[in-house]
């Protein structure tokens, strides 16, 4: 399993950014080709400090391949391009393996 994470620093209008984001953005990368799960977080806790992101969104996929694609696909490309309606902070993207660890507890 691969996954796609994307951070966004506070916004300059973070009820517009909930909006747009829920109404406009969720609905398309719910188009992206190969995306397995999708999930999403407002306004995370810090531990210790606060959070520097407003929101994080992860996107599951059965390969770093399928991520790619779907990046470079049309839904992909819309997708990247509606940030900037939306994202006044802009955003940082990682993606890699996670691990499964089982837990003996």
Not at 20 to 35: K, W
Not at 61 to 89: K, W
Request: with cysteine; net charge negative.
């Amino acid at each position: 399993m691969h996954t796609l994470f994307v951070f966004y620093p506070p916004p300059v209008s973070p009820d517009e950014f909930k909006r747009y984001y829920l109404e406009v953005h969720l609905p398309q990368t719910a188009g992206l080709p190969g995306l397995l799960t999708s999930c999403y977080m407002f306004e995370p806790a810090g531990v210790g400090e606060a959070s520097p992101y407003f929101c994080i969104w992860q996107g599951s996929f059965v390969s770093a391949e399928s991520i790619e694609a779907a990046l470079q696909s049309e839904i992909g490309q819309r997708v990247a391009a509606d940030t900037a309606n939306f994202a006044t902070g802009g955003v940082t993207i990682l993606y890699g393996g996670l691990t499964d660890v089982l837990s003996t507890r």
